[in-house]
């Protein structure tokens, strides 16, 4: 029986009543977004009059919102999942493993791993003073078998019933141990309010949680979350108002080097010139690997579904040059079982843990030239159909670290006939035809998750397998295989660590050789914060959570650990 305790016990000193403040604290940040100015030149950056300095947050690239608080909306606002919307047991990657009792007091598990029964803390209310309640628990558990557009990961969900109004029990048609952590962080509904709504399309303008933040004010340039003066926790969220400006890749860089933003997460080219001189004592940034990035490759679509398409072209690719030119080596090539390391060391199959990717562009052009892929007068190979290798490699515009790559990519390949011509499009568009296989090549990253399995999962497991030409929620590759599918049933069904670890290692396997995806660097977590007005940023000293400000549940756990500087 897996059973999870909570040990917590309050660690800060009672929050001084500063609600009075807010307004002018939000002055301030929307003068400075506003006006475009940077810091002043007298040196008095703090609050007047000892008002706590607003929380300003870059956590996407979007030059206008869409007001979307819906916490199952694939485009729910930054924030919305963690400050709002809380998990009930909180797992981090940097803790694999070990989940933080949060809405629950306590997961456990039946004998046979296929039920698990919640037991929620006392006193929490949703922020319209409604009770939280395992009827909540039970109405969300419930439209994910019900419902399954909002069932994005592919929860197994037979029953669930509420014993009492503190108890939940959720039964499941397959054993469950191993996803312990996607359970935990299951974000809960209110069932009063979603009950009435369709939960996909809902907007949820005036979004009802139970997390230390309640929405304020929005806007299609800035929205503003203020504290929840009924939270269950609230002596332990000392911070008093986030701010989350909307901005263009441009604006985002120039609003950094202004000091203007205390939290963000995004590529910036040479931070050190653009970021920390600005303001060496203060301005820092942690890029810790949080999974890998790589080329998805479009299984349902030929010739992306031959294997020795995909082989020949990793071996043209060259990731250093993609590391040190796109990504100022600020993150390596990917390892290629695409697991990031050092983290999942202990995983890895040690005939694998010296492998490497090593460009040989002259055995990529064998492999085609054996596999029927002629080379063309042009340049460009042609298909045994006689379809030209050419294609369009969709990629978000605003990215600009993934249109350097998109550009790198497009030269190397066509070393090897052939011929790419990367499509920036806006980020929606996208997500849209990653999520509905419309694309041939595109990029894309997988989270590494709080162990290898979530991550292969996510990427190659035929649970989330769809029909050609609808929207999938993960898999995005549409890779559906059965032998990767037997190693993932052999994980799924045991607590045996052993057997774990040989599925894993099957699985490492099957990424190396037969490329689901192609991997080609680890993917950093991107991370800036400034330390003048807040304190208690994690860091490589104190990596107790990932600290970019668009990962759940993790922003629940950087803002419970910052503290006004000075105190």
């Known amino acids: 029986m897996t059973r999870h305790l909570d040990p917590r016990t309050s660690r800060r000193r009672p929050r001084l009543a500063a609600l009075g403040a807010t307004a002018a604290a939000l002055a301030l940040v929307l003068t400075a977004c506003s006006s475009g100015g940077g810091a002043s030149d007298d040196g008095d950056d703090g609050a007047a009059g000892g008002e706590q300095e607003v929380l300003t947050v870059h956590a996407n690239t979007a030059p206008t919102y869409q007001e979307n608080f819906n916490p199952l909306s694939p485009s729910v606002l930054p924030g919305t999942r963690g400050l709002v919307y809380e998990p009930l047991i909180a797992y981090t990657p940097m803790k694999p493993g070990e989940g933080e009792p949060w809405l629950a007091e306590s997961m456990e598990f039946n004998e046979d791993g296929t039920q698990v029964t919640f037991t929620l803390r006392e006193g929490v209310q949703w922020n319209d003073e409604e009770p939280f309640t395992a009827d909540d628990v039970v109405f969300t558990f419930l439209l994910y078998r019900d419902n399954p557009a909002t069932n994005t990961g592919a929860l197994p969900v037979t029953d669930a019933e509420a014993t009492d109004e503190r108890t939940a029990v959720i039964t499941f048609g397959e054993t469950m141990y191993s996803r312990a952590p996607q359970l935990g962080n299951t ?307 045991t607590n045996d660590p052993e057997v774990q670890l040989e599925a894993i290692q099957g699985l490492e396997n099957i990424v190396v050789e037969e490329l689901p995806i192609i991997p080609l660097l680890q993917s950093p977590n991107w991370f800036q914060y400034r330390t003048e007005f807040f304190t208690g940023w994690p860091s490589e000293e104190d990596p107790y959570a990932l600290g970019a400000p668009y990962m759940f549940p993790d922003n629940l756990l950087v803002v419970r650990a910052l503290e006004p500087a000075g105190e």
């Open 187 to 493: 974000i809960t509904l209110p069932e009063h309010v979603f009950a009435e709504q369709d939960p996909v399309e809902f907007l949820n303008a005036d979004p009802v949680g139970t997390g230390p933040y309640v929405v304020d004010r929005f806007t299609d340039q800035v929205y503003d979350f203020a504290q929840n003066p009924n939270y269950w926790d609230a002596d332990n969220y000392e911070v008093e108002t986030i701010s989350f400006p909307a901005s263009s890749a441009d604006t985002f860089n120039v609003a950094l080097s202004r000091n203007e933003l205390q939290w963000s997460g995004g590529f910036v080219a040479n931070i050190d010139d653009i970021y920390v001189s600005k303001d060496a004592e203060h301005n820092k940034y942690w890029y810790p690997g949080d999974g890998i990035v790589g080329l998805f490759v479009n299984q349902q679509r030929a010739p992306m579904n031959d294997v020795a398409f995909r082989q020949a072209l990793s071996l043209a690719v060259d990731r250093d040059q993609l590391s040190s030119t796109a990504m100022q080596s600020y993150t390596p090539p990917a390892h290629p079982t695409g697991l990031p390391l050092p983290a999942f060391d202990a995983m890895m199959d040690p005939d694998l843990a010296d492998a490497e990717y090593v460009r040989d562009v002259d055995e990529a052009n064998s492999i085609l030239d054996d596999a029927g892929y002629a080379m063309g007068a042009d340049g460009v190979r042609t298909a045994p159909d006689g379809t030209p290798l050419s294609f369009d490699l969709i990629i978000p515009s605003d990215w600009t670290d993934w249109v350097t790559i998109a550009g790198l990519l497009q030269e190397q390949l066509a070393e090897i006939g052939v011929q790419l011509a990367p499509q920036g499009v806006a980020f929606q568009s996208w997500v849209d035809q990653r999520n509905g296989g419309n694309y041939d090549l595109t990029l894309g990253s997988v989270a590494a998750g709080t162990a290898p399995y979530f991550m292969y999962r996510s990427m190659m497991s035929s649970e989330f397998e769809v029909a050609e030409g609808e929207a999938a929620v993960n898999n995005f590759a549409r890779w559906y295989d059965a032998e990767s599918d037997a190693f993932f049933d052999a994980y799924e069904s």
